[in-house]
């Protein structure tokens, strides 16, 4: 049994209710994960309905895989934006609905060796895909000092971005800096110390969605998602940082004046006090859907 069992899917009944599951239709959960919300799903496609899991994380594949009965549920490696070839190596071509669940896993934090975390005294990684080359230890090391102070203005939404940029590239004319702990010290120099919110977050964010292509996928996925769905088909997005939620709130907005989407969420869904009681880090979770027309 893995530490996956645990792991507390966001918004779990809200997913449930938009995603309007028929008996025996078709869905993907585009960011399977530990395989939370497709527990949830499984239960209200019955015994001729399919699931297909995708996810570009192997050890989140094989948790999900653990959790999941093997009737009717499909794992596919790779990310969401090429879910059209997936699905066509199982002779799928149309969905009933569609499930993202945007940025990285309580498991992915919670495994230190896999460099996501800022209080992870291991080596800096962030991948996803831990076949990709590029890790956030690349992009700490090597890239110019513009384009780190760019990522971090444009993806972390840093205040300080020109500051920690010119402390990254000041400190690795030294050494390299190798871990997560190393690089959230010297954030922590800028600031002069700490507040509520860790000063290394917005950067760790910056740095996590630039090694996997975050916004880029999503972009990619999105596109697909519309062209896979059949009339009445749903697509459901958890996003958990603005970025994410501008791009989400745009797409389903410039498709439904093309008449392509309906809007089922005027506004974003939020979680409940019950849930922000019982799971804490679901607190900056949105979710907003739209229907195929």
């Not at 939370?36 to 019955?46: A, L, M, P, T």
């Not at 956030?136 to 780190?148: H, K, M, Q």
């Not at 300080?160 to 120099?189: F, Q």
């Not at 630039?210 to 998602?225: P, W």
Request: with cysteine.
């Amino acid at each position: 049994m893995t530490t996956a069992i645990h792991h507390l899917p966001v918004m779990r009944k809200e997913v449930i209710e938009l995603l309007n599951i028929k008996r025996n239709g078709v869905y993907i959960d585009a960011t399977i994960g530990p395989g939370g919300h497709s527990e949830e799903i499984i239960k209200f496609v019955g015994d001729e309905g399919r699931l297909i899991g995708i996810d570009r994380d192997e050890e989140a594949l094989k948790e999900a895989g653990e959790r999941l009965p093997d009737k009717g549920v499909v794992l596919k490696r790779g990310s969401f934006s090429e879910m059209e070839r997936l699905l066509s190596e199982e002779g799928i071509t149309e969905v009933d609905g569609i499930l993202f669940d945007l940025g990285v896993s309580m498991p992915q934090l919670r495994h230190p060796e896999r460099g996501f975390s800022f209080l992870s005294d291991e080596r800096l990684d962030m991948r996803m895909d831990r076949g990709q080359k590029l890790s956030a230890w690349e992009v700490v090391n090597n890239y110019p000092e513009r384009e780190l102070e760019r990522i971090l203005r444009d993806l972390g939404e840093e205040r300080l971005s020109k500051k920690i940029a010119r402390a990254i590239v000041l400190w690795r004319r030294k050494k390299h800096i190798d871990t997560c702990l190393e690089l959230s010290k010297i954030i922590e120099g800028v600031y002069r110390g700490r507040g509520r919110v860790h000063p290394a977050t917005r950067t760790f964010q910056a740095l996590r969605i630039e090694v996997n292509r975050e916004l880029d996928q999503l972009r990619s996925g999105l596109l697909a998602a519309v062209r896979l769905l059949k009339k009445g088909g749903r697509l459901c997005v958890i996003s958990y940082h603005s970025l994410e939620d501008r791009i989400v709130k745009t797409f389903i907005a410039e498709n439904a004046r093309k008449g392509l989407l309906k809007k089922i969420t005027k506004k974003p869904w939020t979680p409940s006090p019950e849930e922000l009681r019982l799971n804490p880090s679901s607190r900056s979770a949105k979710l907003r859907a739209g229907e195929r027309i």
